[in-house]
T-cell receptor, first 115, second 114 residues
């Protein structure tokens, strides 16, 4: 099946710094990718929809200036958490939409800890 | 807005037991419904889906029927195995395959004991 990777799998950063998370579709092209956030024992919350070559669409309540999304190619989307604070610590998961099978394929997630 | 409610775990069963994980939803239109499974250290995988009322999704012995009248999509399996131990997420989308993004339940941790 289709494979989506994320890098890094976990990252620790200091408060005030920025961190970038990559999401790649390894064996298919994805015009649309999604970014989710998951708190402990909570559901995945859709943060934004990333479309190749255009601006991301953010869900209500998600700060677009804090969570910068770039989808510069058909296989790569990046999420940059700017000026990170401890409350940004979470598990970030991306998925990619596969237009042939009409399915979303999920990456394994990135654990972000802000100290 | 859309929402999904599923029973919270952990759910602990013995091997070969019957499994039901309840899922109900709230949606404004006619959503597509999904069950995803997450094994330790791996990303979510689609287990099954149903795109319209009365559809039954099935895969690997798991089944779920889209019940519009009760707004439910309960997951069932007749005889569970240790290898079924995982976290199961119920989800919905306003589009057929989730092209618009998914709304998830909180997940149910299933533990199968030999």
């Amino acid at each position: 099946g289709a494979v989506v990777s994320q890098h890094p799998s976990w990252v620790i950063c200091k408060s005030g710094t920025s961190v970038k998370i990559e999401c790649r579709s390894l064996d298919f092209q994805a015009t649309t990718m999604f970014w989710y956030r998951q708190f402990p024992k909570q559901s995945l919350m859709l943060m934004a929809t990333s479309n190749e070559g255009s601006k991301a669409t953010y869900e209500q309540g998600v700060e677009k200036d804090k969570f910068l999304i770039n989808h510069a190619s058909l296989t790569l989307s990046t999420l940059t958490v700017t000026s990170a604070h401890p409350e940004d610590s979470s598990f970030y998961i991306c998925s990619a939409w596969e237009g042939v099978t009409y399915e979303q394929y999920f990456g394994p997630g990135t654990r972000l800890t802000v100290t | 807005g859309n929402s999904v409610t599923q029973m919270e775990g952990p759910v602990t069963l013995s091997e070969e037991a019957f499994l039901t994980i309840n899922c109900t939803y709230t949606a404004t239109g006619y959503p597509s419904l999904f069950w995803y499974v997450q094994y330790p250290g791996e990303g979510l995988q689609l287990l099954l889906k149903a795109t319209k009322a009365d559809d039954k999704g099935s895969n690997k012995g798991f089944e779920a029927t889209y019940r519009k009248e009760t707004t439910s999509f309960h997951l069932e399996k007749g005889s569970v195995q240790v290898s079924d131990s995982a976290v199961y997420f119920c989800a919905l989308s306003d589009s057929g395959g989730g092209a618009d993004g998914l709304t998830f339940g909180k997940g149910t941790h299933l533990i199968i004991q030999p």
